[in-house]
C-alpha cells in the first residue's frame, strides 16, 4: 500500500488538525507517514502561548491534539527550526507534500509617532510574557504606573487588558508563568483602558468574553451607557445576530452598578490613536475622538491590532499571509491556519480550514516519492519527540499539582529540555 510522507511545519491548532485529517482520509489505497516540526520544545502552538491562563477549558482541545499525535504513523519533531536548523526547499525534497502551519507571530504596528518608546509593545510580545514562551521571558513590561492602554478591539485586546486589570491572586491557580504572576502582583496599574477606533458596534469581541467580564471579582468594568446607546441606535431595528448580542452584553455591563473595587477596565470607542507621549519613556496617549484631541496619562501602553506571519525562506509572503490559492502555494507546498488567513477566527476554525486544504493535497497527490525523511539531517540537534515532549508535559502537571495549577510551566530552552531529559 503506498504510504505518502507529509511534513508538516508547525505544532499549533492548524497543524494538527491538518494531521487529523490526513489521519481520516487514510484508506486501502493510501496511508500517511507524517511529520511534524516545531521550531519550540513545546508543541500546541498559541493553545501554550496565546489563549488567556484564566480561560482554561478552551486549552482542554490539546487532549484531542494529543490524540492525533498517539498515531503510529505521527512523529514530532519539536526544537527544530525551519528556515533556521532546515530550510523548507530540504522538506520539498524529501516528503510528498509539505504544509506550513506557522501562524502569525508578529504584531502589526500603528505607524504613530511614540511607537517605540519604551513602554509601548504590542500583544504579540506581551501575550507570549505572560504565558512562558521561551523566547519572551525577558520583555519586562513597566508596570509601575498607575494606567495602562490597550489599543485593539477584539478578544487577544480583551485578554491583554483583562489579565492587566485582573487581581494578580487570581492567576495563582492558572498556568500563568512564574515571572509574570510575581510582576503583576507588584503592579502599580489600577487603570486599564481599552480603546477601539470605531463605535461598539463594530467591535470584533465575542460576546461569551463579553459577558464574562461582570463576573470579575476584583475588578470595575466600565462602558459608558450613552455609547452603547447610540451604537443600538445606529445599528437600526435588525442588526446582525453577532453584533446584536454583543450590544446586549455590552449593555448589560453599562447599565450594571459600579463595585468600588481598586481596579477597573474602561471601554474608550471611536478613539482613534494619534500619537504616543514621552522622551524616552511611554508618559501618555493622544487619541482624535468626535470630540476633539483626548489625551489619556500612561506609563504602558499594548497595540493589539492583528498579527503578521514570520517570513521563511522560500516560502512567498504577501501582507503577512502567505501567498496562497485555497491553500496551494507552490509545487508540493501548501498552508493552512493563521498562515494562510490571516489572524482570525477561532481555534475550531483551523479545523474545517484544514480539512479543506488536506483535500486538495489529496487530489494532487500521484505516487509516494520515498525519499526518506529528515532524521537523517537532524544528528546533532537536541530533538523534542513525542515521547520527550509527553515527559515535558508530565512533569509541568506535576509540579503544577500541589500547587492547584493545571501545570507550572517550564521558561527557558534549557529548562524545558531538561524536564524531557535531555
Ligand atoms: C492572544 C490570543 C488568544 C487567543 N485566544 C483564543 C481563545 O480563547 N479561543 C479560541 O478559539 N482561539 C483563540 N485564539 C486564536 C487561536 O489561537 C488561533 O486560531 C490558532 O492558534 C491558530 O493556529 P495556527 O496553527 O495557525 O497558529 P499557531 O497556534 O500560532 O501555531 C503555529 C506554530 O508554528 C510554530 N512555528 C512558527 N514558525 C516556525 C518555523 N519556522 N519552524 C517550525 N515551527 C514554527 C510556532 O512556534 C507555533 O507553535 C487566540 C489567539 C491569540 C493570539
Avoid at 201 to 230: C, G, W
Avoid at 292 to 320: F, W
Avoid at 351 to 379: F, H, R, W, Y
Wanted: hydrophobic share 40%.
Amino acid at each position: 500500500m503506498p504510504i505518502f510522507t507529509i511534513a508538516i511545519v508547525g505544532a499549533g491548532p492548524a497543524g494538527y488538525f491538518a494531521a487529523q485529517a490526513l489521519q481520516n482520509s487514510q484508506n486501502e489505497e493510501r496511508t500517511f507517514a507524517i511529520d511534524m516540526i516545531e521550531r519550540l520544545p513545546t508543541p500546541w502552538g498559541l493553545v501554550r502561548s496565546g489563549v488567556a491562563p484564566d480561560h482554561p477549558k478552551i486549552k482542554t482541545v490539546s487532549k484531542v491534539f494529543e490524540k492525533i499525535a498517539a498515531d503510529s504513523n505521527f512523529r514530532l519533531f519539536a526544537n527544530v527550526e525551519i528556515g533556521g536548523d532546515l530550510s523548507i526547499a530540504h522538506l520539498q525534497e524529501k516528503y510528498d507534500a509539505v504544509i506550513v502551519a506557522t501562524g502569525s507571530a508578529l504584531g502589526k504596528t500603528l505607524g504613530i509617532p511614540g511607537e517605540n518608546l519604551a513602554g509601548s509593545m504590542s500583544a504579540a510580545d506581551f501575550v507570549p510574557w505572560y504565558n512562558a514562551h521561551p523566547d519572551y521571558a525577558d520583555i519586562n513590561p513597566p508596570l509601575d504606573c498607575e494606567t495602562a492602554v490597550v489599543i485593539g478591539a477584539g478578544n487577544v485586546a480583551m485578554d491583554v487588558a483583562r489579565m492587566l486589570a485582573l487581581e494578580p491572586s487570581e492567576l495563582d491557580t492558572t498556568d500563568t508563568a512564574d515571572h509574570a504572576i510575581a510582576a503583576l502582583k507588584k503592579s502599580a496599574i489600577r487603570n486599564v483602558y481599552i480603546s477601539a477606533r470605531r463605535g461598539p458596534e463594530y467591535a470584533a469581541f465575542t460576546s461569551p468574553e463579553l459577558r464574562e467580564l461582570p463576573k470579575l471579582e476584583h475588578t470595575n468594568v466600565v462602558i459608558k451607557k450613552d455609547d452603547i446607546d447610540a451604537a443600538i441606535a445606529r445599528a437600526g431595528d435588525a442588526p446582525e445576530k453577532d453584533v446584536k448580542s454583543n450590544l446586549d452584553a455590552m449593555l448589560v455591563i453599562a447599565e450594571s452598578e459600579k463595585s468600588m473595587h481598586e481596579r477597573t477596565m474602561h471601554f474608550l470607542f471611536q478613539h482613534t490613536p494619534k500619537e504616543i507621549l514621552g522622551s524616552d519613556h511611554v508618559e501618555g496617549i493622544v487619541y482624535s475622538t468626535p470630540d476633539g484631541d483626548v489625551t489619556i496619562k500612561c506609563g504602558l501602553v499594548v497595540t493589539a491590532i492583528g498579527y503578521q506571519a514570520v517570513s521563511i525562506e522560500g516560502v512567498p509572503y504577501e501582507n503577512g499571509k502567505v501567498i496562497n490559492i485555497d491553500g496551494r502555494v507552490k509545487e508540493n507546498l501548501y498552508v493552512v491556519g493563521w498562515a494562510k488567513r490571516g489572524p482570525s477566527g477561532v481555534i475550531g476554525t483551523n479545523k474545517s480550514d484544514a480539512a479543506a486544504v488536506v483535500e486538495l493535497i489529496l487530489s494532487d497527490l500521484q505516487s509516494p516519492k520515498s525519499a526518506g525523511d529528515i532524521s537523517q539531517l537532524l544528528t546533532n540537534q537536541n530533538v523534542v519527540d513525542q515521547s520527550t515532549w509527553q515527559k515535558i508535559n508530565e512533569a509541568e502537571i506535576a509540579a503544577g499539582e500541589s500547587l492547584g495549577k493545571p501545570r507550572k510551566k517550564a521558561i527557558t530552552r534549557a529548562e524545558l529540555l531538561h524536564l524531557g531529559g535531555l
